[in-house]
């Protein structure tokens, strides 16, 4: 039985009408409004998580029932699924990652039947469910590597946390057993890989990235467009649009099989696409980039950007900064760092330029970048002699802090920004010209296009997003290109720009053609002013002075 430890008897009333509002606003409306509440009042982040937690213990108790059922389409997933996931990935967000491991293994050991997809046909749906808690568990296990964070680097895994992820383990072992020997698609691979580097089992678990052998010859023949740009990074020469691998760090941005996975990362390098950035927090996206880069019969033709990045209060030592780089190394296959971007949380903790000294001396660390680092402190690390050749920060139509400060101490010292959120989540496209507001916890939201959608609030209007699009669209329509195409290329002419980041949902959506349009031609002066006219009229000043400048959001 779960204990709910005693809190203090404190509480205020809430007002009948207030009352109401709660009871009667729909829960999407609901979910909105909170998310609000959250951006405005950050403070109000920690009681949310706790009454979370403590309303996730009260009734840890409840039984899951039946996950899986027959249906005339095959064996599909119940509502009991939905909620146990629902459940799971609650703890998970609440800081209770330990208790989402019985729902999850609950999840594997029923799964272990369903392998044979001739006996009992199973749905596409119940595919995707299965992906998806693939994605759940490489989110879970993420949360543990956090949970070992410690002043001194990381920690072992203590007599609590070893125990439910070695029972996990041995239920993902049985439940692949199962379906390899049926000769199907196995579908928590990318999970047991994680899991059994975690636990130093990695024995006998031969990945799908070995066991489909060399890609090599599924890229050959490349289809790299002709008018593929490029800048320079010392004696480095790279793409102006790197792949972005976030969406990989949760479910959320869906989900699929590894096998999926992989076959469109071999398309994204075939295509030019390959410069791929990620970091150490995003999932296995350093572990599948390096199985697959390492099976290339050149692996050096692509280029891996990571991040290290410090959250949490740590005390800097020569140790604790080579520890963190030999760990990129093992997970991405590899034993240099192409480029290795570091973020540090609090700027009080002047720790981070000891930080950076450490990590230039390290040979293994050939570029050094860093990520979400504001104006002032851009400067303060240069001005201490770290050669520093990137910044990652926010930039986009909607987003152009950087023009304010950064770009000029960019342009004076040749630091180049590699440009995230550029397409503001997708909202920069045609898919959105002429429709309403989005319904932001829809069935196809993301958590992308909750944040973009704030930041468009902020900038404007939906609107003069609108007025925006439009814009876009006749500027798209004249160059014969999409919306998106045009969005990047604004960041891209900013000469302190290096390369922008787009998202690559590997083996849910593909936009690989459609990108590349991005090269080979340039906004001219009707083009700037035209867009010019909108921006005008925004809030765009209001953005910085608000917002702070660039990384300031995440401090």
Not at 67 to 91: C, D, H, I, K, P
Not at 407 to 417: F, I, Q, S, T
Request: hydrophobic share 40%; glycine share 6%; charged share 25%.
């Amino acid at each position: 039985m779960a204990i709910i430890p005693r809190s203090k008897a404190r509480t205020a009333h809430v007002n009948m009408m207030t009352d109401t509002i709660i009871a009667n606003l729909p829960a999407d409306a609901l979910r909105s409004v909170m998310r609000v509440i959250l951006t405005t009042e950050p403070s109000v982040t920690s009681i949310f998580e706790e009454q979370t937690r403590i309303y996730l213990r009260k009734t840890a108790n409840q039984p899951i029932g039946k996950l899986f059922q027959s249906t005339a389409e095959g064996v599909a997933s119940t509502t009991n699924f939905t909620w146990a996931q629902q459940r799971l990935r609650s703890a998970i967000g609440c800081g209770l990652v330990l208790e989402s491991f019985p729902i999850l293994n609950k999840i594997v050991d029923d799964s272990v039947n369903l392998e044979d997809g001739h006996t009992v046909p199973r749905s596409t749906e119940i595919d995707r469910c299965l992906a998806s808690v693939d994605g759940d568990i490489v989110q879970a296990l993420t949360a543990v590597q956090k949970r070992l964070l410690s002043d001194s680097g990381s920690r072992d895994l203590n007599e609590e946390e070893k125990p439910v992820m070695d029972s996990l383990f041995d239920s993902l072992l049985r439940c692949r057993h199962r379906w390899l020997a049926s000769a199907q698609d196995f579908p928590f691979e990318r999970s047991t890989a994680v899991l059994a580097t975690m636990l130093g089992r990695e024995s006998g678990v031969q990945t799908l990235a070995y066991r489909n052998g060399s890609h090599q010859g599924q890229i050959t023949g490349r289809k790299t467009s002709t008018c593929l740009e490029t800048f320079r990074i010392k004696d480095i020469e790279l793409p102006k649009l790197f792949a972005g691998l976030w969406q990989l760090s949760s479910p959320s941005w869906g989900t699929a099989s590894q096998t999926q996975m992989l076959k469109q990362f071999v398309e994204y390098i075939a295509g030019g696409f390959i410069a791929f950035d990620m970091a150490d927090h995003y999932g296995d996206a350093e572990v599948i980039f390096g199985q697959l880069r390492s099976s290339l019969s050149d692996p050096k033709a692509v280029f891996g950007a990571t991040k290290y990045c410090v959250f949490h209060k740590i005390t800097v030592t020569p140790a604790v900064i080579r520890t963190n780089v030999t760990e990129r190394c093992q997970r991405m296959s590899a034993d240099k760092v192409d480029l290795l971007q570091f973020h540090w949380q609090d700027y009080n903790d002047h720790q981070y330029i000891e930080a950076l000294q450490l990590l230039q001396q390290d040979e293994r660390v050939q570029n050094l970048g860093l990520c979400n680092f504001d104006t002032a402190r851009l400067q303060e690390v240069i001005d201490n002699s770290i050669d520093v050749v990137t910044n990652q920060v926010q930039f986009s139509l909607i987003d152009a802090r950087p023009r304010f400060r950064m770009g000029e101490v960019c342009a004076r010292h040749n630091v180049k920004l590699l440009t995230y959120g550029t397409l503001c989540g997708g909202f920069l496209a045609e898919k959105w010209l002429g429709k309403p507001e989005p319904q932001l916890f829809g069935p196809d939201s993301t958590p992308s296009q909750r944040k973009y959608f704030e930041m468009i609030q902020i900038w404007g209007d939906w609107d003069l997003f609108q007025i925006l699009l439009q814009t876009l669209k006749a500027i798209a329509i004249k160059r014969n290109v999409c919306i998106s195409n045009v969005a990047a290329r604004w960041v891209l002419d900013f000469p302190y720009v290096g390369a922008v980041i787009i998202g690559a949902r590997m083996g849910v959506s593909e936009h690989t053609e459609e990108n590349l349009k991005t090269y080979g031609w340039k906004l001219d002066e009707e083009d700037q002013r035209s867009i010019e006219e909108v921006l005008e009229k925004s809030r765009r000043e209001e953005v910085f002075k608000v917002m702070g400048d660039c990384g300031s959001e995440y401090r």
